[in-house]
């Protein structure tokens, strides 16, 4: 099939698919012409990246799952550790982002009541923003 047949059965853009080809996540057929041939098999593993995309597994991480995939020897426990090594990651960005978010409230908050204080001359400039917490991966 071309591309634009299996773009349209997978729900997966011909730019996309064009990128996985280029990245060699898919391996398509030529014809005579040089159009892309794929075969009805090739749809199969498009989901399969297209559903661990969704999900926010990396082109990477699909590379390496993919060949057992297409073999039909990937694993349950294979898939499952991979799956619950990305829930651990999204845990850990959760956590991130609530941190963040709470240093926005923080901002938010600090910068309302220094709208609220008189207006005097500062003897020296007063920083514009509240003492932050330095992060632990800054070095």
């Known amino acids: 099939m071309r591309i634009s047949e299996l773009a349209r059965r997978t729900g997966v ?3 996309a698919l064009r990128h996985y080809e280029r990245i060699g996540l898919l391996q398509p057929a030529r014809t005579a012409s040089g159009y892309r041939d794929y075969p009805e098999s090739m749809r199969r ?3 399969f990246i297209a559903m661990s995309r969704r999900i926010g597994f990396s082109l990477q991480a699909i590379a390496e799952l993919l060949p057992a995939y297409r073999t039909g020897r990937l694993a349950i426990a294979t898939l499952t550790d991979a799956l619950q090594q990305r829930a651990a990651a999204l845990e850990r960005q959760i956590a991130e982002l609530q941190a963040q978010h709470q240093q926005v409230i923080e901002h938010a908050s600090w ?8 207006k005097r001359a500062p003897a020296r400039p007063a ?8 992060r632990k991966d800054r070095k």
Do not use: G, I, M
Request: proline share 14%; no cysteine.
């Open 13 to 15: 853009t011909v730019h």
């Open 45 to 47: 593993e498009v989901v």
């Open 111 to 118: 910068l309302r009541e220094q709208e609220r204080k008189p």
């Open 127 to 134: 920083s514009p923003w509240p003492k932050t917490a330095a």
